[in-house]
T-cell receptor
Framework: DARVTQTPRHKVTEMGQEVTMRCQPI?????VFWYRQTMMQGLELLAY????????DSGMPKDRFSAEMPDATLATLKIQPSEPRDSAVYFC??????????????FGDGTRLSIL | SQKIEQNSEALNIQEGKTATLTCNYT??????LQWYRQDPGRGPVFLLL?????KEKRKERLKVTFDTTLKQSLFHITASQPADSATYLC???????????FGKGTTLSVSS
């Protein structure tokens, strides 16, 4: 079974440090999504890409977060500088061509981030 | 604003019974609803998608209904097993077509 791969699975770092999370989408999928999951807010969309182009990052705090897709096999999410309120599980998902509603999204197992 | 609510945070049932989970949405009528399963420490896994003109959809022991009048989807697991214990999330596209909105999930516990 093809899977979305995320690294690292866990990250603990101090406030102010840069954090980089990586995602390898399923080969052939042309849409990539970044989500953040917390107990309070549930799953929230941060950004998404289609054919490597960023289409929407309105869910992301622009001053400290950035998302890129340097190539079709790698998506990155960076936080600089990190803050304790960024502690959450960050998920990457990929999907095939289509809108949000009529295509399933395939999720990785997330990066559990703790900012001290 | 659009909201999607799963009105039970937790549901406990006995093995063999049917579990019924509820998803309600407001302020917008989506054309599709999706259901996902999430196990602890793992990402959500897609289970089923139902279109607004499909009143009911089945996959093995799973059944999903979509009632556009009530603005509600029901997710049923028949002959439930302890292995069905997980958090179940419903989701639909927002009106602007820019995001998939997820409910916060219902955690199902099936005891033997």
């Amino acid at each position: 079974d093809a899977r979305v791969t995320q690294t690292p699975r866990h990250k603990v770092t101090e406030m102010g440090q840069e954090v980089t999370m990586r995602c390898q989408p399923i080969l052939g999928h042309n849409t990539v999504f970044w989500y953040r999951q917390t107990m309070m807010q549930g799953l929230e969309l941060l950004a998404y890409f289609r054919n490597r182009a960023p289409l929407d990052d309105s869910g992301m705090p622009k001053d400290r977060f950035s998302a890129e897709m340097p190539d079709a096999t790698l998506a990155t999410l960076k936080i600089q500088p990190s803050e304790p309120r960024d502690s959450a599980v960050y998920f990457c998902a990929s999907g095939s061509t289509g809108g949000f509603s009529n295509q399933p999204q395939h999720f990785g197992d997330g990066t559990r981030l703790s900012i001290l | 604003s659009q909201k999607i609510e799963q009105n039970s945070e937790a549901l406990n049932i006995q093995e063999g019974k049917t579990a019924t989970l509820t998803c309600n949405y407001t302020n917008y009528s989506p054309a599709y609803l999706q259901w996902y399963r999430q196990d602890p420490g793992r990402g959500p896994v897609f289970l089923l998608l139902i279109r607004e003109n499909e009143k009911e959809k089945r996959k093995e022991r799973l059944k999903v209904t979509f009632d556009t009048t009530l603005k509600q989807s029901l997710f049923h697991i028949t002959a439930s097993q302890p292995a069905d214990s997980a958090t179940y999330l419903c989701a639909h596209q927002n009106q602007a077509g820019t995001a998939l909105i997820f409910g916060k999930g219902t955690t199902l516990s099936v005891s033997s």
